[in-house]
């Protein structure tokens, strides 16, 4: 009865073994498909997880100690590679067989024995699928795109009264996002340019631009004009555009470009359009305008210096000036266009000199250092450090 109750006791601690190598492993393919959901690899996992499994065994196997210490049944023959345990039997057919005494095997015996390796099997295979559906799902779940933007310039070439080509809106650097079109860019060029346009997004070839009104003169609309065959043509990277401004994808760093032209005329320079003027003094040392304000367009990049050699040519002025001066550009004298004997430069008596003016202040840099933007109002004004802008 004693040795029955020993028996008993063994397949009990046995059984509780089992059990506890069941949960753990249960826990390990729970874990191991939260994991791979959340975008961990089978591989990262087994090499975090190997040290939690050897632990979970370890922990599992004392319980299926006998009275003397050693272990009823060895980990590593219990569980096989898959962690499933090994033997074919359940703890309940151990204890009944034990209890039973050893006996021969018949045919239904066999097949008995041999349905709980085959639930075991079905059991871990479904874990299994568990575990892959889960990867599946993770990898099915599309990754956010971070959004990507394109940067590209956008300018307007019209012309004025008398057909010249003059810059209607400068050059300016705006970013979309990536997917925009010229048409995206050019509609926000006008927008930011103050300019009014017609254009049609839906027109018969797509997005269409009819007619821009000039900024300097109102009533000046240009739109396709049938007698000269000058239209609003699109150039992109300097060369006229094969497609719509709705059809073409901007790439970082495109050029875009509106001139009113005729199909087979060259793309514009990018230009900049700036006023300049002169202020002098007479004999009795008052203010006298030398050279009226005059609006100069000049290629994009163009300084100060540049925009007061153009004024000074147009203006007919005599001058004096050192392009390669030692602190660069530099205006020496200039002659009245009313006294030829009025020369004025430094007056080392006075302190009085050509002083630069760029929008209503002293410039903070000489005039070859100071790069034009569209719109600014240059002027060389004879006075001293200090004195307020004419």
Same mark, same amino acid.
């Given at each position: /009865?004693? /040795?029955?109750?020993?028996?008993?006791?063994?397949?009990?601690?046995?059984?509780?073994?089992?059990?506890?190598?069941?949960?753990?492993?249960?826990?390990?393919?729970?874990?191991?498909?939260?994991? /791979?959901?959340?975008?961990?690899?089978?591989?990262?996992?087994?090499?975090?997880g190997a040290e939690g499994i050897t632990d979970a065994v370890a922990q599992a196997a004392p319980l299926a100690e006998n009275g003397s210490g050693e272990s009823a049944t060895s980990p590593a023959a219990d569980l096989n590679a898959s962690g499933m345990v090994a033997n074919g039997g359940t703890a309940e057919q151990d204890a009944t067989a034990t209890?039973?005494? #050893?006996?021969?095997?018949?045919?239904?015996?066999?097949?008995?024995?041999?349905?709980?390796?085959?639930?075991?099997?079905?059991?871990?295979?479904?874990?299994?699928?568990?575990?892959?559906?889960?990867?599946?799902?993770?990898?099915?779940?599309?990754?956010?795109?971070?959004?990507?933007?394109?940067?590209?310039?956008?300018?307007?070439?019209?012309?004025?009264?008398?057909?010249?080509?003059?810059?209607?809106?400068?050059?300016?650097?705006?970013?979309?996002?990536?997917?925009?079109?010229?048409?995206?860019?050019?509609?926000?060029?006008?927008?930011?340019? $103050?300019? &009014?346009?017609?254009?049609?997004?839906?027109?018969?070839?797509?997005?269409a631009l009819n007619t821009i009104t000039s900024p300097f003169d109102k009533d000046r609309k240009l739109g396709y004009d049938s007698a000269t065959g000058a239209y609003w043509q699109l150039f992109v990277n300097g060369s006229a555009s094969e497609v719509g401004a709705g059809g073409y994808t901007l790439k970082d760093g495109d050029s875009v470009v509106?001139?009113?032209?005729?199909?087979?005329?060259?793309?514009?320079?990018?230009?900049?359009?700036?006023?300049?003027?002169?202020?002098?003094?007479?004999?009795?040392?008052?203010?006298?305008?030398?050279?009226?304000?005059?609006?100069?367009?000049?290629?994009?990049?163009? &300084?100060?210096?540049?925009?007061?050699?153009?004024?000074?040519?147009?203006?007919?002025? &005599?001058?004096?000036?050192?392009?390669?001066?030692?602190? $660069?550009?530099?205006?020496? &004298?200039?002659?009245?266009?009313?006294?030829?004997?009025?020369?004025?430069?430094?007056?080392?008596?006075?302190?009085?000199?050509?002083?630069?003016?760029?929008?209503? *202040?002293? *410039?903070?840099?000489?005039?070859?250092?100071?790069?034009?933007?569209?719109?600014?109002?240059?002027?060389?004004?004879?006075?001293?450090?200090?004195?307020?802008? #004419?």
């Amino acid at each position: /009865m004693d /040795m029955f109750e020993d028996e008993c006791q063994r397949a009990s601690l046995r059984r509780r073994g089992v059990i506890a190598r069941g949960v753990a492993k249960r826990c390990l393919v729970a874990f191991l498909a939260f994991a /791979m959901a959340f975008g961990t690899t089978p591989a990262q996992l087994w090499a975090e997880g190997a040290e939690g499994i050897t632990d979970a065994v370890a922990q599992a196997a004392p319980l299926a100690e006998n009275g003397s210490g050693e272990s009823a049944t060895s980990p590593a023959a219990d569980l096989n590679a898959s962690g499933m345990v090994a033997n074919g039997g359940t703890a309940e057919q151990d204890a009944t067989a034990t209890a039973s005494g #050893p006996t021969d095997k018949t045919e239904d015996d066999s097949a008995a024995g041999n349905e709980a390796p085959a639930a075991s099997t079905s059991d871990a295979s479904k874990q299994d699928t568990a575990v892959v559906s889960a990867a599946g799902e993770a990898k099915a779940q599309p990754a956010k795109a971070e959004s990507q933007e394109v940067s590209a310039t956008c300018f307007v070439v019209g012309t004025d009264a008398k057909g010249a080509q003059q810059t209607w809106a400068a050059a300016q650097r705006i970013t979309l996002k990536e997917g925009s079109t010229a048409a995206d860019l050019s509609e926000q060029l006008f927008k930011q340019a $103050g300019l &009014t346009t017609d254009y049609d997004p839906n027109g018969t070839w797509g997005w269409a631009l009819n007619t821009i009104t000039s900024p300097f003169d109102k009533d000046r609309k240009l739109g396709y004009d049938s007698a000269t065959g000058a239209y609003w043509q699109l150039f992109v990277n300097g060369s006229a555009s094969e497609v719509g401004a709705g059809g073409y994808t901007l790439k970082d760093g495109d050029s875009v470009v509106w001139c009113y032209s005729k199909y087979g005329d060259p793309a514009p320079v990018a230009q900049v359009s700036a006023t300049c003027s002169v202020v002098g003094t007479d004999a009795k040392g008052a203010q006298q305008t030398w050279a009226a304000a005059q609006r100069i367009t000049l290629k994009e990049g163009s &300084t100060a210096a540049d925009l007061s050699e153009q004024l000074f040519k147009q203006a007919g002025l &005599t001058t004096d000036y050192d392009p390669n001066g030692t602190w $660069g550009w530099a205006l020496n &004298t200039i002659t009245s266009p009313f006294d030829k004997d009025r020369k004025l430069g430094y007056d080392s008596a006075t302190g009085a000199y050509w002083q630069l003016f760029v929008n209503g *202040s002293a *410039s903070e840099v000489g005039a070859g250092g100071y790069t034009l933007k569209d719109g600014d109002s240059v002027v060389w004004c004879y006075s001293k450090y200090g004195d307020p802008a #004419p």
